[in-house]
Nanobody, 125 residues
Framework: QVQLVESGGGLVQAGDSLRLSCAASGRTFSSYAMGWFRQAPGKEREFVAAINRSGAGTSYADSVKGRFAISRDNAKDTVYLRMNSLKPEDTAVYLC??????????????????WGQGTQVTVSS
């Protein structure tokens, strides 16, 4: 198992930007595909973005495509989520996750085996 710790959340206004970070430890980071999910109060956890092990391939939910960008630095064992043009509907706890999937870029909650505790992002209108 890999341990994941998110940071970078906060309270921002609509239209602002934030960058979330997720630091990994415990296993070889580069052997995991990584993803970001979010969960708003009373709602199901939903997929946001994912990146393959090398960083060459990414996948996004339609709701964030063109506004969010996922990246990773395997030398620093860290994955990032850059969020631009934030909207109030982006308000949620954002969670980082790790997947052993190698054939394709994972985008299903069941594909991920390790999870962080999450960081709160609140966007005011």
């Amino acid at each position: 198992q890999v341990q994941l710790v998110e940071s970078g959340g906060g309270l921002v206004q609509a239209g602002d930007s934030l960058r979330l970070s997720c630091a990994a430890s415990g296993r070889t980071f580069s052997s995991y595909a990584m993803g970001w999910f979010r969960q708003a109060p009373g709602k199901e956890r939903e997929f946001v973005a994912a990146i393959n092990r090398s960083g060459a391939g990414t996948s996004y939910a339609d709701s964030v495509k063109g506004r969010f960008a996922i990246s990773r630095d395997n030398a620093k064992d860290t994955v990032y989520l850059r969020m631009n043009s934030l909207k109030p509907e982006d308000t949620a706890v954002y969670l980082c996750a790790a997947s052993r999937l190698t054939i394709a870029i994972p985008n299903n909650r069941a594909d991920f085996s390790s999870w962080g505790q999450g960081t709160q992002v609140t966007v005011s209108s």
